[in-house]
Each structure stands twice: as C-alpha cells, then as structure tokens.
C-alpha cells in the first residue's frame, strides 16, 4: 500500500482507472510545515530544498518525521478509460482529500513556500487512484482559500456526525481546522450547549472569539495536561466535555484531551502530531472509559459540506481568507 511504503513509483504514466495531474500548489499539514521551518530555521528556501528532497527520494510529499503529508491542488491532464468518476473532464482544478503520504508525486520545480499557511507553489505531476476523494474547485472560491479547507474539512464533517445536541464540546487547538470544528459544533449542538476552544497562541483565540460561536476561550499550553484538566473542570462544573476534538499541530497534547473528557465521552484526535500510543496508554493509565476516535480525512460529502459550511458563515469565511 503506498501511504505505508519507503518510496512509490511516481512515473506520470497512469494505468486506466487513475488520473494524472498537473500539480500547482501543495498545501502541506501544519504538522509537516512546522518540523520542516524549524529544521530549516524558518527559511522559505530550506524548506524547499528540504521538500524537493524528500519528494526524490520518496515518490511522495511524505515528511519522515511526522509521517504526514497533506493536499494538492492541480489541473487534470489525463483521465484512465476505466475511471469511475466519469462527472470529471480534462482541465479542471480540482483538489483530492487524501494525503500526499500516498500520493504519487514528481516536483520539478518549487515556486514559493509560505511558511505561515504552509501552502508551496510548485510545477509538477500526481497520480490519483480510483479510490481518491477528488473534489472541483467551486467559482466562488479563491483557489488557495478553496485548498485549505479541503485540507481539514474532515474534521467538520466529523464534528457533524458525532455532537449530539446540547453536548458540552471542548476544541483544543484554534487554527484553521480548529475555527471550521467550532463552527460545526455550534451548528450541531445547538441551543444549550457550551464550547471551549483552548489554545496557546492569542491571535488565534481573537480569530476564534471573532466567530461568535463559542462560549469562552482559553489560553493555555496543551502540553501541560494538569493545568488544561483544573480548567476544564472548572469551566464544565466538574462535569468535563461530552465531546473533545484535538487539532493541534504539536505533540504531547494527548494526555490532557483525554483529561478534559468525561468518563463515556468522545474523543476525536484530527492532529497528524499525535502519538496514538501514548494516547491509548494515558486513557488506560488514567482509568478513562473514552470512545478515541482516530480523525480520518475522508468522511462521505466532507468537501462539499466544508465549501457550504464556509458559505453559510460569513464571519469564518473572512477569518480564514485572512489567515492566507
């Protein structure tokens, strides 16, 4: 399987059920961007060479480290005579919602590397098999801003299917995913819930507390399991969360999302930095009968709900237009 191998074959010749794309823009997950700026001291070009390297010797946009990847954005060159999604054509921009850890990729060249958005412009070619969620870029949508929330609108549509109404949701992390997760949680839960986002950074608690849709959002360090748990108990009244979702681009964050949740809670980690060993560990060692649900980016409508979500808010369509 290819998401697991050392190095795929990323000759652009297709066999007939797969789709070769004229790539244009790589929108890296911010997991992957993050390792990759501080290895390179946050310049542009040493994450370039850094990710023409890894694609050489790879086959794929598929960071070592973080054994993560991200999307891609491109045109359609070639469609297999056996493809089964016959509604795409030759020449249109589309983005598919699976990883670029499995992807096979060929990068000739790296435009530009925006570190902040973690989105790479480059020329090159992918190979898409049958089985990738390929979505059309809308008319309405600027092409990078279209990109990002393909790149986490699995975790909206998976905050959708498992909030219940009037649950108490708990939102580490405020990014880019993190602000499209609150949104859908509000519109889940409904009258008489309450949501937290808690993060470290104050810019992006601003951007969230924009948004009009949570109850309080908290500064604190993630790292520090303690600290975020005496919070959550005391903003739940000693309840703690219904449901709590990690997206937070750093490691060591799971041991105080599994604190923050109550005891036959839900917990759903959308973060490629997490140690899912660690996560099943600390929930056993904690003596935490939790439903951990491993964030998948393919959930069934995911790319049209993130595009209708961000139609129908306003407020988090500009916030995340903002942030690019």
């Known amino acids: 399987m290819p998401q697991p191998a050392a190095r795929v074959d990323a000759t652009p010749e297709i066999w007939d059920n797969e789709i070769l794309i004229d790539v244009e823009l790589l929108n890296l997950d911010s997991s992957s961007m993050r390792q990759l700026a501080e290895e390179a001291g946050g310049d542009p070009d ?141 519109q889940a839960s409904g009258p008489g819930s309450c949501i937290v986002a808690f993060d470290v950074s104050l810019p992006h608690l601003d951007a969230m507390r924009s948004l009009g849709v949570v109850d309080e959002v908290v500064q604190v360090d993630l790292k520090e399991a303690v600290p975020v748990f005496e919070l959550a108990r005391r903003l739940t009244k000693g309840k703690l969360f219904d449901f709590v979702i990690n997206v937070t681009n750093v490691s060591g964050t799971e041991t105080a999302a599994i604190l923050c949740t109550k005891d036959r809670g839900s917990l759903l980690f959308f973060s490629m930095a997490t140690n899912f060993q660690v996560a099943a560990l600390s929930a056993e060692g904690a003596g935490k009968d939790i439903d951990m649900v491993i964030g998948n980016g393919f959930v069934h409508g995911c790319i049209d709900f993130g595009f209708e979500l961000v139609r129908e808010h306003p407020l988090l369509r500009a916030v995340l237009a903002e942030k690019l």
């Open 46 to 186: 040493g994450v370039a060479e850094r990710i023409r390297d890894i694609v050489r010797k790879r086959g794929k946009m598929h960071n070592p480290i973080t054994n993560s990847g991200g999307v891609l954005v491109g045109r359609i060159l070639e469609i297999g005579s056996n493809h089964p999604a016959r509604h795409l054509k030759v020449g249109q921009l589309v983005c598919p919602s699976i990883s670029l850890s499995l992807i096979p990729l060929v990068v000739d060249e790296v435009l530009s590397v925006n570190v902040a958005t973690a989105q790479v412009a480059v020329r090159g070619t992918a190979i898409l098999f049958e089985t990738a969620n390929i979505g059309v870029i809308p008319d309405d949508f600027d092409i990078r801003l279209a990109l990002s929330i393909i790149d986490v609108c699995g975790a909206p549509a998976s905050v959708q299917r498992w909030v219940k109404a009037g649950q108490s949701v708990a939102v580490l992390g405020a990014g880019k995913a993190g602000l499209m997760a609150a949104v859908a949680a509000r």
